[in-house]
Each structure stands twice: as C-alpha cells, then as structure tokens.
C-alpha cells in the first residue's frame, strides 16, 4: 500500500450498546459493509475507562464492564468515509486517530 495510511483505534466496555445490540460487533458490521480491509476487537483482562472503577478478569462478578479496544488500519479515504458513523456510534468514549507506515 503506497497511499498514507490510518490506524483508528476505539476504547469502548464490554457492556456498550448500539440498538440493543453489543457495541463492538455493530462498529465491525458497519466498518465490513463499508468495506474497510479490516478491523479487530481485542479484549483486555484488566483496565478502566474514563471514570469508571479498575475491572479485572479475577473478579467474580466483572458485569462485562473490561475495556475493549477496536482497530482498523485503511487509506485517509477510507477512514474518512467511516469516521462520522464512528463517532456517532461511539458517543464519548475515546478515539484515537494515528497515521501509519504499512511495510
């Protein structure tokens, strides 16, 4: 790939929601039927985000509250193109937008 390129990466809970439906699986349906190269969910088994207390996965009652974090790498354009429904979807939670050299 010889066009620049973009990492977005997404901090979003276990428990994060869009139409009933959990959050992480509707942002990668969305970023697929945009047809974006691709996208991952990685699951943490510790972490906190924005205010929220520190979850770890040795608690006996997590209440799916563990951060997850999204990332998709595509052209500027791409991206672009993504990024509104991105935002929309996610609401407060962190985005973090970096350029990217593929080798």
Same mark, same amino acid.
């Given at each position: !790939?010889?066009?620049?390129?973009? %990492? $977005? ?5 276990? *428990?994060? %929601? ?8 509707? $942002?990668?349906? !969305? +970023?697929?039927?945009?047809?974006? *190269?691709?996208?991952?969910? +990685? ?7 924005? &205010? ?6 040795? !608690?006996?009652?997590?209440? *799916? ?9 595509d ?13 929309k !979807? ?8 970096? &350029?990217?050299? $593929?080798?």
């Amino acid at each position: !790939m010889n066009q620049e390129t973009i %990492k $977005i990466t997404a901090y979003i809970n276990e *428990s994060d %929601k869009w139409e009933h439906k959990p959050l992480y699986l509707e $942002i990668l349906r !969305m +970023l697929h039927h945009n047809g974006v *190269s691709g996208g991952t969910v +990685l699951h943490a088994i510790a972490g906190f985000t924005n &205010k929220g207390t520190v979850e770890t996965t040795t !608690m006996v009652d997590v209440g *799916s509250q563990l951060p997850l974090v999204i990332e998709f790498i595509d052209t500027v354009e791409k991206v672009e193109s993504v990024l509104a429904e991105l935002k929309k !979807m996610t609401g407060s939670r962190l985005l973090v937008r970096e &350029k990217v050299e $593929i080798i």
